[in-house]
Nanobody, 125 residues
């Protein structure tokens, strides 16, 4: 199965911005439900944002108003624009796809079956 390819992580000072990118393969459903998750050291994986269809989105409360998830459908890329980053945003970030065409906006890890390798984000204070 083709993999998801993430990029865009790095180190930034608090208040800064980063844009994560996730290139995804072609699916039967041209609008697979997709999401971004993150996992800090010693913590569980948590949902950050999800997008269903071209632009139906959902965010976890901690990032609402600061992060934006969006897709470039012709390019088959999903993005996470992260603004006003905080030290608590530091984590490994993963993109994920629910490839069976099901709903995923409730950001449940178990609903996603295809995962990227992760890209690290570090925010210094």
């Amino acid at each position: 199965m083709e993999q998801l390819v993430e990029s865009g992580g790095g180190s930034v000072q608090a208040g800064g911005s980063l844009r994560l990118s996730c290139e995804y393969p072609r699916y039967t459903d041209i609008h697979p439900c997709m999401g971004w998750f993150r996992q800090a050291p010693g913590a569980g994986r948590e949902g950050v944002a999800a997008i269903e269809g071209p632009d139906d989105t959902r965010y976890t409360g901690a990032v609402k108003g600061r992060f934006t998830i969006f897709k470039d459908i012709p390019e088959r890329k999903m993005y996470l624009q992260m603004n006003d980053l905080k030290p608590e945003d530091s984590a490994m970030y993963y993109c994920a796809v629910r490839s069976d065409g099901g709903y995923c906006l409730d950001l449940q890890v178990a609903e996603f079956d295809v995962w990227g390798q992760g890209t690290r984000v570090f925010v210094s204070s």
